[in-house]
């Protein structure tokens, strides 16, 4: 439970710190690319957003890691 409220603050701080700085700062971590995948929740509607790295990216190929720090 208290890796979960920690990668979840971790999200948010990232994702504040990309807008605030108009995505200069936090485009990589430890030397992957990220970028930040918004979905809509099927019953809700809302949208979620999460930072995801991009270990992997030839051409217009781009594997993105969505592994919640597993």
């Known amino acids: 439970m208290a890796n979960t ?3 979840k603050i971790q999200n948010s701080v ?3 710190l990309l807008s605030f700085t108009g995505g200069r700062v936090g485009k ?3 030397g992957m ?3 930040e995948l ?3 929740g099927r ?3 809302r949208e979620h957003t999460v930072v995801l790295m ?3 990216v030839e051409g217009d190929t781009i594997v993105i890691v969505g592994s ?3």
Do not use: D, F
């Open 28 to 30: 990589r971590v430890a």
């Open 38 to 40: 918004t979905t809509v």
């Open 33 to 35: 690319p990220t970028l």
């Open 54 to 56: 991009a270990p992997i």
């Open 5 to 7: 409220i920690r990668l």
């Open 43 to 45: 019953k809700s509607g």
């Open 14 to 16: 990232h994702r504040s």
């Open 68 to 70: 919640r720090a597993g």
